[in-house]
């Protein structure tokens, strides 16, 4: 399995991070990997929500489909699968004086013949990891910073 994890402060409030997070198609926005990312049903976002996810890492292309698993007052998980792998998002959000401690972590499971590329998978996510601290800290700084 590979885990990437990544802890860092946004100005946003946790209730509106987390609010924003939850709406997986905000992906487009945050996530650097994320090509587009569509709702699949219908009504406010809830646990059980789902999205079609198509993802360009390291020039190669893939679908998922994401499923929020769950969503508390203090952490949001997404689960992506497809025939070759599960990737598992959780951001867990904490109260901070300059808004939220955000921790992101990504668990990559590959199946198959695909696990064979698990080593460097971990590689090409450590990479990601970074640009997508940078990126998701721009989208949440322009939430609101105290509040529901």
């Known amino acids: 399995m590979t885990r990437v994890s990544r802890t860092f402060t946004v100005t946003a409030a946790p209730a509106p991070a ?3 997070l939850a709406d997986f198609s905000n992906a487009e926005t945050w996530d650097p ?3 587009r990312c569509t709702r699949l049903d ?3 976002v809830r646990v059980g929500s ?8 390291a020039g190669v292309g ?4 994401y499923t929020l ?9 997404l689960v992506g699968h497809n025939d070759t792998a599960t990737s598992t998002e959780t951001i867990v959000a904490r109260p901070d004086p300059r808004g939220a401690e955000l921790t ?8 198959g013949m695909a696990k064979l590329a698990s080593p460097a998978i971990k ?4 990479k990601i990891g970074a640009d997508l601290e940078r990126q998701l800290t721009e989208a949440l700084d322009v939430l609101p910073g105290d509040g529901d």
Do not use: S
């Open 18 to 20: 987390l609010r924003y």
């Open 33 to 35: 990997g994320t090509v």
């Open 42 to 44: 219908e009504g406010p």
């Open 50 to 57: 789902q999205w079609h996810n198509e993802t360009k890492i």
């Open 62 to 65: 893939t679908q998922l489909t």
């Open 69 to 77: 698993e769950e969503w508390t007052a203090d952490r949001v998980v």
């Open 104 to 111: 992101y972590t990504n668990e990559v499971e590959m199946r």
């Open 123 to 126: 590689l090409v996510f450590e």
